[in-house]
Nanobody, 115 residues
Framework: QLQLVESGGGWVQPGGSLRLSCARS????????LGWYRQSPGKQREPVAT???????NYADSVKGRFTISTDNAKNTVTLQMNSLKPEDTAIYYC?????????WGQGTQVTVTS
């Protein structure tokens, strides 16, 4: 079984930055599709950024140019660097891993962007 544990959320003013980290443990596999999703109150969970096993990132249009996803296979971590944060980025952010038809989720970390 794969476990995902997020860290790094918090409060930041508009224009600020936060760095989220996801530690993977247990049944870690190099060919999982890794990513970050977020969910705001009253909205559906949506993908923010994903990384293919080949190292190709993909971003939601709303975060392109501001967020960067990266992975460290030696440390089994997935990181989301978030810059130029906006109030609309406020959400619970979830680390996600997909292995064939199986999906794994972290417990989520709150990101709040407000002045």
């Amino acid at each position: 079984q794969l476990q995902l544990v997020e860290s790094g959320g918090g409060w930041v003013q508009p224009g600020g930055s936060l760095r989220l980290s996801c530690a993977r443990s247990g049944s870690v596999w190099a060919y999982d599709v890794l990513g970050w999703y977020r969910q705001s109150p009253g909205k559906q969970r949506e993908p923010v950024a994903t990384m293919s096993p080949g190292g190709v990132p993909n971003y939601a249009d709303s975060v392109k140019g501001r967020f960067t996803i990266s992975t460290d296979n030696a440390k089994n971590t997935v990181t989301l660097q978030m810059n130029s944060l906006k109030p609309e980025d406020t959400a619970i952010y979830y680390c996600h891993s997909q292995r064939f038809d199986n999906q794994y989720w972290g417990q989520g970390t709150q990101v709040t962007v407000t002045s």
